[in-house]
C-alpha cells in the first residue's frame, strides 16, 4: 500500500513562511509528478504546484507564483512545498499528491493522495 504523509502545517501570520514535506511510505511507485493541492473552507480542493520526476520543471497556480516553491527531497517520491510571504487567503488543507504516468497535465488525474496538513494563516 502506497501512502503519502504531509508534515509542517500550522498557524502563522500574514507575510511569515512556512515548509511543508510530503514523504512516502510503502509501497514506492515512480510517479511522473508529484504534486500540492489545497482545499479552502467552502471551496473545492484546487491545484497549487507539481514537479516532475524526470529533470526540474516545476508548475504553479498563478497565485502562488513567486511565493511558492516545489523541490525534491532526497528520499524517493518525498518533496517539499516553501511556502512565502503567506496571506489569509493561503489557509486551506493541503494535499501532497502523486500520479503514475499517463496521458494529461501536471495538474490532472493524480492516483494517491495524502491526508492533508492545515495550513491558517491570520491577518
Known amino acids: 500500500q502506497v501512502q503519502l504523509v504531509e508534515s509542517g502545517g500550522g498557524l502563522v501570520q500574514a507575510g511569515d513562511s512556512l515548509r511543508l514535506s510530503c514523504t512516502n511510505s510503502?509501497?514506492?511507485?515512480?510517479?511522473?509528478?508529484m504534486g500540492w493541492f489545497r482545499q479552502a473552507p467552502g471551496k473545492e480542493r484546487e491545484f497549487v504546484a507539481a514537479i516532475a520526476r524526470l529533470g526540474t520543471t516545476t508548475y504553479y497556480t498563478d497565485s502562488v507564483k513567486g511565493r511558492f516553491t516545489v523541490s525534491r527531497a532526497s528520499a524517493p517520491n518525498a518533496i517539499y512545498l516553501q511556502m512565502n510571504k503567506l496571506k489569509p487567503e493561503d489557509t486551506a488543507v493541503y494535499y501532497c499528491?502523486?500520479?503514475?504516468?499517463?496521458?494529461?497535465?501536471?495538474?490532472?488525474?493524480?492516483?494517491?493522495w495524502g491526508q492533508g496538513t492545515r495550513i491558517t494563516v491570520s491577518s
Open positions: 510503502g509501497r514506492t511507485f515512480l510517479y511522473d509528478f
Open positions: 499528491a502523486g500520479r503514475v504516468p499517463k496521458l494529461g497535465g501536471p495538474q490532472d488525474a493524480y492516483d494517491c
